[in-house]
């Protein structure tokens, strides 16, 4: 498609329950990115994707955390038995190749009850 | 570690005069810097770009400006419309692509 779409757009679990995000790159878009936004300004890289190989997962924390980018699938973030401190917006972004624009898409707001 | 420093939380300007948002790093290996627009509930746009082999781009009333030896630019708009009102993120990449990004300036355009 021509943006990025992300689903579900709003997301509302239990603590200690599991969190499924999506997202659908630009078509011809090989890098995917993931970003968190828990304060209302401040914005954490997770992870990236080149095709459905992990390229930096620098940001991902080593517990809980999980993401995939699988041949003709979206893309998926899997967070594991939740905390309140997940509670955040998820953005999801692609870019034709490395160095180029990062679109983003309209993000996934996650609420940890 | 703040490696991108919007030091400006907001920023309120007539409309019809020029806007300047400003935005400093600290990274010397990034090499692309571009600037997105985010409206309240909804993901960041794109708005410009430059790479650090320029110091100027301009597109209709946007236009980047990146000093390199102070590390650091800025994004001037020019005239301000009431429908520029957002929050400007500034972002930065080098070679491992991710952006980083600085905590934004909201921007108020007033009649």
């Known amino acids: 498609g021509e943006e990025v779409a992300q689903t579900p757009k709003h997301l509302v679990r239990g603590e200690g329950q599991k969190a499924k995000l999506y997202c659908a790159p630009i078509k011809g878009h090989s890098y995917v990115f993931w970003y968190q936004q828990v304060l209302k300004n401040e914005f954490k890289f997770l992870i990236s994707f080149q095709n459905e190989n992990v390229f930096d997962e620098t940001g991902m924390p080593k517990e809980r955390f999980s993401a995939k980018c699988l041949p003709n699938s979206p893309c998926s973030l899997e967070i594991q038995a939740t905390k309140l401190e997940d509670s955040a917006v998820y953005f999801c972004?692609?870019?034709?190749?490395?160095?180029?624009?990062?679109?983003f898409g309209e993000g996934s707001w996650l609420t940890v009850v | 570690d703040q490696q991108v420093k919007q030091n400006s939380p907001s920023l309120s300007v007539q409309e019809g005069r020029i806007s300047i948002l400003n935005c400093d790093y600290t990274n010397s290996m990034f090499d692309y810097f571009l600037w997105y627009k985010k409206y309240p509930a909804e993901g960041p746009t794109f708005l410009i770009s430059?790479?650090?082999?320029?110091d100027k781009n301009e597109d209709g009333r946007f236009t980047v400006f990146l000093n390199k030896s102070a590390k650091h630019l800025s994004l001037h708009i020019v005239p301000s419309q009431p429908g520029d009102s957002a929050v400007y993120f500034c972002?930065?990449?080098?070679?491992?692509?991710?952006?980083?990004f600085g905590t934004g300036t909201r921007l108020q355009v007033t009649l």
């Open positions: 430059i790479s650090s082999i320029k």
């Open positions: 972004a692609s870019s034709q190749s490395a160095g180029n624009t990062i679109y």
């Open positions: 972002a930065a990449h080098g070679t491992a692509s991710k952006l980083t």
